[in-house]
C-alpha cells in the first residue's frame, strides 16, 4: 500500500467511501479534490474520484482515473476492488471476477470483496470457484445465515447435492429448539422445502418422507407441502395414501391439471403417450363421472375425459362438452379442442356433431332432442366453429362460407373478423388477412390483443411502414422503435425482421434478428440481482430453478428463428455483398439525366431529414441528461437505426459463427442448427465441421431432403477439389475418407447411384423429389430430366370429405420452394411458369401464385371497386331520414 | 318465443373506440349510408345512444340527436333505434328505447321526443304507440328512394309541455 494519509485526509477519504455509498457524488468528487490538492498521486484517492465519475456518466474519464489510481497503488486491495466494481458496472464479469481475485491476494479475509466476488461467480457459473468463496465466507462469519445457505447453494449448483443437504443439517444444527421466531417462519419453511427437495434430488425418498413429516408444523406454505408429499408417496409407490392426497388437491383446485395425472397415476390408469387399452378407459371413464360428480364446476374433469375417450363414448362426451360452451358463448372453444384433431377419428366426429348442431338449431331452433329454443347467438358460435374448423382441415372454402354465414348472422362479433383473417392468411392471401385483421382492429381501438394481431398480419404482408403506424397506437410516448424495443416485444422484432428479409432488405432485418439477441442478453443478465436477494430472502427452490431456466435459456423458440434470421441474412450477405457506394455511382450513372436528378434530390432531402432528426433527438437526449442528473440514463441515439453498419461487416461468416455457436449449443437437436452449420462452413471452406454438421443432420433425420441435399452437395464438392498439397489437407482428406462409409445412403454406392436410392424411397413426396432433382442437376446430368422430375410430382388426396372437396399432400410452403427452385437453382422461368400456374389451381388464395381467389388476381381487384364494403345507397340529403323502416318491422312485442 | 335460459342484456355507450359497432349495426340495419355529421351527434349525445350487447355480443343501439331549443329547452330526436334480425323479439329494443326515455324523463328541459317514420311501417308505429307516442305529423314526399316517400312524425312529450298540450 502507499503512504497512509494523514488523519485530515483520512477521514476526508472515509467521506468519498461513504459519499459513494450514499450516492451524493458531489460531495465525494470535493473530499477526493481536496486530498489530492496535496497528493496528486495518492492511488486509492484517484480510483474513488474515478469511481464516482463512473457513476455521474464520465465513463472515460473513469476508467482513466481508476487504472491510474492502480498504476500508482499496485498493492492496494481498494484500488483492485474498485477496478473490479468499474468493469462490473459494464458487464465485463470476466475482468471483474480477475480484479476481485487481485484484490483477495493482497486482503485475502475481506468479507466486502469475497461476497462480491461470489456474486460474480454464481453469475459466470464458475461454480468451483462459487464453492470455494462461499467457503470461505462460511469461515470467516459461520454467525451469518446468509453465510450457511450460500454454501449449500454453491455445493447444490456444482453438482453435489449431498453435501448441501449435510451444510444445511449442520447450520440447523447451530439453531436453538424454538427456532425460528414469528417473523422468519416463511424464510425457515422455505429453506426446510428446499433441503427436501434436495433428499428427493437425491434419490432419499424415504428420508425425505420422514423430514417433511417431521418439520410439518414449521412448514408454512401448506400447498407446497401437500404437492411434495403427494409426489413422494407416488415415488415411492405408496400409492392408497398418494390417492388420498391427491383427492384432497382436488378439493382445493380442481382445474390443476396436474392433480389429475397424480390420481391417475396412484390408481394405476396413467400413461405418458395417453395409450390406453379399452378396459383401462372404461375406468378412466368411470372415474372421471364419479368425480365430474363431485366437482361440478370444474372445466378440466369435463374436458380431460376428450383425451382418451374413443368412438360412440367419445362422440358422446364431445357433444355434452360442447352445447353448454356454444350456448354461453366460449370464442376460444375450438382451441381448447383443437389438440384432439390429432386424431383424424376424432375430427371426424367432431364434424359430424357440429354439422349436427348446425342442422337442428337451424331448422328447430334448438340442440338435436332438446324441446327449448337456443339463444340466437348459438347459431353464430356454432357457424364459427366449423370455420375453424375447416380452417384446421385445410378446407379455406368451406370455413370461409362458414364464416361469411356466421358474419352475416351477427357482423359485430370481433373474433369472427380474426378468424376470416386466419383463414385467408392459410389460404395465401396475406393482403386480405391483413385487410381483414384491420378490419377487426378498428372494431376496437381500446383492444390491444386485436392491434396486435393486425400489426403481424400487416408484416405477414409485407406492409412494414404500415405495420409499425399501427403498432405505435399502442406505445406510450409514440416513440415506437424504442419503446417496442424496452418492452421487448420480440414477436414484433421477428416479424418485421422477417418481413425485411423477405423483401431483400437485409441490414433492417439484421438489425430486427439482432435486437431480439440482444434481448436474451439483457435476460441472461437481469439474473445478477437475484444471487443475493434469493439469499437474503431464502427464496430457495424459486433461486434454483430460475438458475435452470437461465441455463436453457437459448434454447428458446424466439432466439432460435432470431439466430436462424440473423444467419440467414449473413449468408445472404457473404453471397452478395452490398454495393460499395462506386457500384452505386455506376448504376446512377447508367439512369437518363432527369431520373438522375430526381434520385439525388430525394437522396438529399431524406438524409438531412434524418440529420435533423437525429439532431432532434440528442438535444431530447441532452436536456433530459441535464435536468435529472444520475437518475434516468437517457438512452443514446441509435447512431445505426437502418442496420446499415452492419452490413459493411468484413467478414459475414465470422458474424453468423456467433450466433451459430450458440444454436449448436442450445438447439442441438433441431435440423436447421446444422443445415446452417453446413451451409455456413462450407462457405468458409471448414471441410471438417461442415462433415460434423452432415453427421448432425444424419442423427437427426437422415431422411430430410435438406440433409440429403447437403450430404451429395458435401462429397460432390470434396471429390471435385484439388489434390490435397500440405499435410493439413492430406489429413482432412484421409478423415473425409474415412467418414464416409459412416454414412449408409452412401454406402457402396456412387453419389448418383446414392440419388437414385434416395428417389426410390421417397418418390410420392414433392420436397423429396425437389432435392433429388437439384442433385441431378448438381451432379451433372441433364437438367431437362430433372424439372421433369419435378414436374411428375404427384399430388395425391390425402383427406376427402365428399361434397366439400378435397384437400391435398402438397403444402403451400413446399410449393413456393419449389418454385424458387426453379426459377433460381435450374434458372427456368418457363418451368417457374408452368409450376406456378399449376400451384395457383391447388391454391386459389395464394397471392404468391395470383390464384383466382387471392387479392392479386386481375379479376379481384376489378371486383373490389365496384363494391363498396357498406351500404348501398351511397348518399343521402339529409342524414338519417330513412330509419327504422326494416329494423322496427319485426319489433313488434 | 325467446331462449328458455335467460341471457343478459347490458347497455354500454359509444365512444370513438367502439364507435365501429355502431356503424357495423347501421351498415346491415338500414339501407342508408350515415355520414359523419350523425356520428358526431351521436357522440355528443352522451348517454342518449347506447348499445346494446346480448351476452356481450353487440346486437343493437339507439342513437339520439339532442336539439336545442331557445330558452334551454331540448327536444331528443331519434335517429335510428335497430336490433338485429337474430336477435328480436328478446326485448331488447325496448329496453333501448326506455333507457332514452328514463333519461328523458329525469332531465327537467326535455319536454318532447320525436321520430320519422315511414307512413307503411305498422309495427313500428304500434311499437312506438305502446310507449305514448303519437302521430302529430305527416311530410308528404319526405324520402326519395322508398316507397311510400311519405313519414309520419311520432311523438312523445313528457313533462311540463304534455301538461300545456
Known amino acids: 500500500m502507499g503512504a497512509p494519509l494523514p488523519p485530515k485526509e483520512a477521514n476526508l477519504f472515509k467521506l468519498i467511501v461513504k459519499s459513494y455509498e450514499t450516492k451524493q457524488y458531489k460531495k465525494g468528487l470535493k473530499a477526493a479534490d481536496a486530498i489530492l490538492k496535496k497528493f496528486p498521486d495518492h492511488g486509492e484517492t484517484l480510483s474513488m474520484r474515478g469511481l464516482t465519475l463512473n457513476c455521474m456518466d464520465r465513463k472515460p474519464e473513469a476508467y482513466e482515473l481508476v487504472r491510474l489510481g492502480l498504476k500508482n497503488d499496485l498493492k492496494s486491495h481498494v484500488c483492485w476492488h474498485v477496478y473490479g466494481l468499474l468493469y462490473r458496472s459494464d458487464r465485463e464479469y470476466r475482468e471483474a471476477i480477475k480484479c476481485y481475485r487481485n484484490a483477495l491476494r493482497i486482503d485475502p479475509d475481506n468479507i466486502e470483496i469475497l461476497r462480491d466476488l461470489s456474486l460474480l461467480q454464481a453469475q459466470m457459473r464458475d461454480l468451483a470457484g462459487f464453492v470455494e468463496t462461499r467457503q470461505q465466507l462460511l469461515s470467516l462469519k459461520p454467525s451469518h445465515r446468509m453465510n450457511w445457505i450460500g454454501f449449500a447453494v454453491s455445493q447444490h449448483l456444482n453438482s453435489n447435492a449431498s453435501k448441501a443437504i449435510d451444510i444445511l443439517e449442520a447450520y440447523e444444527g447451530t439453531l436453538e429448539e424454538d427456532y425460528p421466531p414469528d417473523n422468519e417462519r416463511c424464510e425457515h419453511g422455505e429453506m426446510l422445502l428446499y433441503k427436501i427437495s434436495l433428499l428427493e434430488e437425491c434419490g432419499l425418498l424415504e428420508k425425505a418422507i420422514l423430514e417433511l413429516h417431521k418439520k410439518e408444523s414449521k412448514i408454512v406454505d401448506k400447498l407446497s407441502y401437500k404437492e411434495v408429499e403427494a409426489s413422494l408417496l407416488v415415488k415411492l409407490n405408496r400409492l392408497h395414501g398418494g390417492e388420498k392426497l391427491y383427492r384432497v388437491l382436488l378439493s382445493m383446485n380442481p382445474d390443476n391439471y396436474r392433480y389429475y395425472e397424480g390420481l391417475q397415476k396412484c390408481v394405476g390408469l396413467y400413461s405418458q403417450n395417453g395409450q390406453y387399452s379399452s378396459d383401462e378407459i372404461d375406468q378412466l371413464d368411470s372415474l372421471y363421472k364419479s368425480l365430474g360428480q363431485q366437482y361440478t364446476w370444474s372445466s378440466a374433469v369435463k374436458r380431460i375425459p376428450l383425451d382418451f375417450l374413443e368412438d360412440v363414448k367419445f362422440q358422446n362426451a364431445a357433444d355434452n362438452y360442447i352445447r353448454p360452451l356454444l350456448t354461453k358463448g366460449v370464442p376460444s372453444l375450438f382451441s381448447d379442442l383443437s389438440p384432439l384433431y390429432d386424431h383424424p377419428s376424432k375430427a371426424d366426429i367432431l364434424e359430424k356433431l357440429l354439422l349436427d348442431l348446425e342442422e337442428s338449431i337451424k331448422t328447430t331452433g334448438g340442440y338435436p332432442g332438446r324441446s327449448d329454443k337456443e339463444p340466437p347467438s348459438t347459431l353464430m358460435w356454432t357457424l364459427f366453429y366449423l370455420a375453424q374448423h375447416y380452417d384446421r382441415r385445410g378446407l379455406y372454402d368451406v370455413a370461409l362460407a362458414k364464416i361469411d354465414e356466421a358474419l352475416q348472422h351477427t357482423p359485430t362479433v370481433i373474433d369472427l373478423y380474426s378468424v376470416k383473417s386466419k383463414i385467408l392468411k392459410h389460404g395465401g392471401d396475406f393482403t386480405a388477412a391483413a385487410e381483414m385483421a384491420d378490419e377487426a382492429r378498428c372494431m376496437d381501438l381500446a383492444d390491444r390483443y386485436v392491434n396486435s394481431q393486425c400489426v403481424k398480419r400487416m408484416l405477414q404482408a409485407d406492409q412494414v411502414p404500415l405495420a409499425e403506424k399501427t403498432a405505435v397506437l399502442f406505445t406510450k410516448d409514440g416513440d415506437q422503435h424504442n419503446n417496442l424495443h424496452d418492452m421487448q416485444c420480440m414477436w414484433y422484432e421477428l416479424a418485421c425482421g422477417e418481413s425485411y428479409f423477405r423483401q431483400g432488405d437485409l441490414g433492417r432485418a439484421l438489425k430486427k434478428f439482432l435486437a431480439v439477441e440482444k434481448h436474451y442478453a439483457d435476460i441472461t443478465e437481469d439474473q445478477f440481482d437475484f444471487h443475493s436477494y434469493c439469499l437474503r430472502k431464502m427464496t430457495l427452490r424459486s433461486y434454483i430453478e430460475m438458475l435452470r431456466f437461465q441455463d436453457r435459456l437459448h434454447a428458446q423458440d424466439y432466439f432460435r428463428k432470431a439466430a436462424v434470421g440473423a444467419i440467414k441474412c449473413y449468408i445472404k450477405l457473404y453471397d452478395s455483398p452490398s454495393k460499395s457506394s462506386t457500384e452505386e455511382e455506376d448504376e446512377l450513372a447508367k439512369l437518363p439525366a432527369s431520373q438522375k436528378k430526381k434520385l439525388r434530390q430525394k437522396q438529399r432531402k431524406a438524409e438531412a431529414r434524418a440529420k435533423k432528426e437525429a439532431e432532434v433527438k440528442s438535444e431530447e437526449a441532452n436536456v433530459g441528461g441535464v435536468s435529472k442528473p444520475g437518475k434516468r440514463q437517457v438512452k443514446p441515439v441509435d447512431p445505426d437505426p437502418h442496420g446499415e453498419k452492419l452490413l459493411q461487416t468484413e467478414d459475414p461468416l465470422m458474424e453468423a459463427g456467433k450466433y451459430l455457436k450458440l444454436l449448436q449449443k442450445h438447439s442441438s437437436d433441431f435440423l436447421e442448427t446444422h443445415l446452417l452449420s453446413f451451409e455456413v462452413n462450407m462457405r468458409k471452406k471448414k471441410i471438417l465441421l461442415a462433415l460434423q454438421a452432415l453427421k448432425q443432420l444424419q442423427r437427426l433425420d437422415p431422411g430430410n431432403p435438406d440433409a440429403h441435399r447437403s450430404l451429395l452437395k458435401f462429397f460432390h464438392k470434396v471429390a471435385s477439389m484439388p489434390a490435397p498439397a500440405t499435410d493439413g489437407e492430406k489429413l482432412i482428406s484421409e478423415v473425409v475418407e474415412a467418414e464416409r462409409p459412416t454414412f449408409s445412403h452412401l454406402l457402396g454406392k456412387s453419389l448418383m447411384e446414392a440419388n437414385t436410392v434416395f428417389l426410390e424411397q421417397h418418390k410420392d413426396s414433392l420436397l423429396h423429389r425437389a432435392a433429388v432433382a437439384e442433385m441431378i442437376y448438381c451432379l451433372g446430368q441433364n437438367k431437362g430430366d430433372a424439372v421433369k422430375l419435378i414436374e411428375e410430382s404427384p399430388n395425391n388426396v390425402v383427406y376427402s370429405n365428399g361434397s366439400h372437396g378435397s384437400v391435398r399432400e402438397w403444402k403451400l410452403k413446399d410449393c413456393v420452394a419449389v418454385h424458387k427452385i426453379l426459377g433460381t437453382v435450374f434458372n427456368d422461368n418457363d418451368a417457374a411458369t408452368r409450376w406456378k400456374i399449376r400451384c395457383a389451381e391447388y391454391f386459389p388464395y395464394s397471392t404468391y401464385f395470383e390464384g383466382q381467389r387471392s387479392s392479386t388476381h386481375a379479376s379481384k381487384k376489378d371486383s373490389k371497386q365496384t363494391h363498396p364494403e357498406n351500404g348501398s345507397i351511397e348518399s343521402h340529403p339529409s342524414n338519417a331520414k330513412i330509419e327504422n323502416t326494416k329494423a322496427l318491422k319485426d319489433l313488434a312485442i | ?165
Open chain 2, 1 to 165: 318465443m325467446g331462449a328458455g335460459r335467460a341471457a343478459s342484456i347490458s347497455l354500454d355507450g359509444v365512444r370513438d373506440k367502439n364507435l365501429m359497432q355502431l356503424k357495423k349495426l347501421n351498415s346491415v340495419l338500414f339501407p342508408v349510408r350515415y355520414n359523419e355529421k350523425y356520428y358526431a351527434d351521436v357522440l355528443a349525445s352522451g348517454e342518449f345512444t347506447k348499445l346494446a350487447y346480448y351476452s356481450d355480443i353487440c346486437v343493437g343501439s339507439i342513437a339520439c340527436r339532442l336539439e336545442k331549443k331557445e330558452g334551454g329547452a331540448v327536444r331528443v330526436y331519434i335517429m335510428t333505434l335497430g336490433v338485429l334480425a337474430p336477435y328480436r323479439g328478446l326485448g331488447i329494443g325496448t329496453k333501448l328505447l326506455e333507457h332514452v326515455l328514463d333519461l328523458s324523463s329525469k332531465q327537467s328541459n326535455i319536454g318532447e321526443i320525436y321520430l320519422h317514420v315511414q307512413t307503411n311501417n305498422e309495427d313500428a308505429i304500434n311499437f312506438y304507440k305502446k310507449f305514448g307516442f303519437e302521430i302529430t305529423e305527416t311530410i308528404q314526399n319526405y324520402y326519395t328512394n322508398i316507397t311510400p316517400p311519405d313519414c309520419y312524425v311520432v311523438t312523445k312529450y313528457i313533462g311540463q309541455s304534455e301538461l300545456k298540450k
